[in-house]
């Protein structure tokens, strides 16, 4: 079985392999889409195929929606045309149950696909985005996706080249950003021709604090530059900071979803599906996606073009103070700092599988300990989502899943991008005096245990040595390069003092959110450092002697 629309009509063979089939025709969508586009998704990731996409196909399949999805590929086209074109936009989702349970469906909501670093493609695209029905504009590109700056605070090469250059051009500017700002240029000049504002919603899905704020910044920047450059109306700004024509709301998205799995590839194609090459250039994708079932999109109520109806689906829109509890909630102390902490602790100790991880009485108490006694002294419970059944789902359910190929290796990704939200808001709610345990006793930052040893495993972590004393390649990180090379002297079992290469890592404020010297947390993990690189097994050593206690 190939996955296509002409083979798709071949519903028999489907069925029998236990593939549930679109249930609405596909080919009117496609032209509804295109006639009155209402949603443009940058980012062709895994979570988005087989989550967002997935609600939308459970919406027109209702009859409560007629348009499908424009999907974006932003730095790789080669993507779109190893993936995505030859399976006329469909993706196989597969949902692995805890019980285990498994789920096969074939996901038909993406409409079309382009890529912008095509001359013809971001044309098309500047089209839609002078469409009036355009609603929504929606990304899962990263965190890093939304980084104009370097690590120094200086603005990156390509974002600066675009300040100087405009909007302009057959691909539009170079930087992600910019293109996006670019595209926001084309729908105000589509509006002011027509003698009316067009309105439209960015809607950040990606798992950044106060991701719509991260979005609007950076979009903002470029508008700005341009303005005090001529190269724009300042009008264009005054549209951009216009709630009511722009908006760039906060969400809050949670799924898992690891990369493609070999081991769900073979149950595939002993099914008969033959589809299920890897595409590896950048993100590892697949014609298929697998993940878990559990899933949560909480999205800001602000659509000045008009609301989709995914609450029908199962989003939840609400206020931006609640989604702000619910991110937090998730990000910065429920679900992500227990991720990162199996990550690190994983990649150290040679797991490949995060259900794995969960068999280890260690990491387990690990991350109770993270969640539970450190995380949840300073969640404000949003009242949508219960705080502590969120944590009972994430230790008893969702992590030791063992259907999940969920590996330390892809979570340790990028890690110095997400440390600051991960562990470094808790750390700023300590020292804001906004913790208190059971008893309502205030907390403090040094009361803290186990996100200082998480910290220091970071940073042994950044060694590229396990506890075995065996190589094993770090996981792909912008800060990697510049971070290890300040560690390049230190060696396994070495006694120290270790504070002269230390203290510049652990005094950056853009890594921890905080100077952890000045939190009073920086001797502490320096301390915790100089334990866990004492020799071979005393990662194992440590993660025993604090998590136990």
């Known amino acids: 079985m190939r996955l296509n629309d002409r083979e798709l009509e071949n519903r028999a ?75 006329d936009n469909l993706t196989l989702g597969v949902t692995l149950r805890a019980n285990g349970e498994i789920r096969k469906r074939i996901i038909a909501s993406i409409a079309d696909s382009y890529w912008m670093g095509a001359a013809g493609d971001y044309g098309a695209l500047k089209n839609i985005f002078r469409a009036p029905s355009l609603k929504m504009a929606s990304f899962t590109i990263t965190e890093k996706g939304y980084n104009i700056k370097d690590g120094g605070g ?164 609400t206020r931006r103070e609640i989604v702000d509890k619910v991110e937090k909630m998730k990000v910065c102390t429920c679900l992500n700092p227990l991720h990162t902490a199996l990550a690190i602790f994983g990649c150290l100790l040679g797991y490949t599988r995060i259900s794995d991880e969960m068999k280890n009485p260690g990491l387990v108490k ?69 913790a208190r345990d059971g008893s309502g006793k205030k907390l403090s930052a040094g009361d803290l245990r186990l996100i200082p040893l998480v910290l220091a495993a970071w940073v042994r972590y950044l060694l590229g040595v396990d506890d075995r004393g065996q190589p094993f390649t770090v996981s792909p990180d912008p800060l990697y390069e510049s971070l290890s090379s300040g560690l390049a002297g230190i060696r396994l079992g070495d006694a120290g003092p270790f504070h002269a290469a230390l203290e510049p890592i652990l005094s950056n404020s853009r890594i921890f959110a905080v100077n952890l010297y000045e939190a009073g947390l920086g001797e502490k993990v320096e301390a915790l450092f100089a334990e866990l690189a004492a020799g071979p097994g005393a990662v194992a050593a440590a993660l025993a002697k604090y998590a136990n206690r």
């Open 366 to 434: 690990l991350v109770e300990g993270i969640g539970y006694d450190e995380g949840l002294p300073v969640v404000v419970d949003p009242g949508i989502i219960s705080p502590k059944k969120f944590i009972d789902e994430v230790i008893g359910v969702r992590f030791p899943n063992p259907f999940m190929p969920d590996t330390p290796q892809r979570i340790a990704t990028d890690s110095s991008q997400k440390i600051p939200v991960r562990f470094g808001e808790t750390i700023k709610a300590y020292l804001a005096g906004k």
């Open 154 to 317: 200086e603005y990156l090469a390509d974002a600066a080249a675009d300040f100087a250059a405009g909007p302009g051009g057959a691909t539009g500017p170079g930087n992600y950003m910019g293109k996006i700002a670019a595209l926001a240029w084309e729908r105000y000049l589509a509006g002011r021709a027509a003698g009316k504002t067009l309105p439209l919603a960015f809607v950040s899905m990606d798992n950044c604090s106060h991701n719509g704020d991260r979005l609007f910044s950076s979009v903002e920047a470029f508008a700005l530059a341009w303005a005090e450059r001529g190269l724009v109306e300042k009008g264009f700004v005054d549209y951009l900071r216009d709630r009511n024509a722009v908006s760039f709301p906060w969400s809050m998205i949670d799924k898992i979803t690891p990369g493609p799995d070999r081991g769900v590839r073979e149950m595939l194609e002993k099914d008969g599906f033959t589809d299920t090459e890897f595409y590896a250039k950048t993100t590892p994708t697949a014609p298929f996606v697998n993940a878990e079932e559990p899933q949560y999109l909480v999205v800001e109520d602000a659509f000045p073009a008009g609301r989709p109806a995914l609450d029908r689906a199962g989003a939840l829109f």
């Open 13 to 87: 063979q489907w069925e029998k392999a236990g593939i549930e089939l679109p249930k609405f025709d596909r080919g009117a969508m496609i032209r509804a889409t295109r006639a009155a586009p209402e949603w443009v998704h940058f980012g062709a990731g895994n979570i988005f195929r087989i989550f967002p996409a997935g609600l939308q196909q459970n919406l027109i399949e209702a009859g409560i929606e007629k348009t499908g999805i424009v999907m974006v590929a932003g730095r790789d086209g080669g993507i779109l045309d190893q993936v995505f074109k030859p399976c």
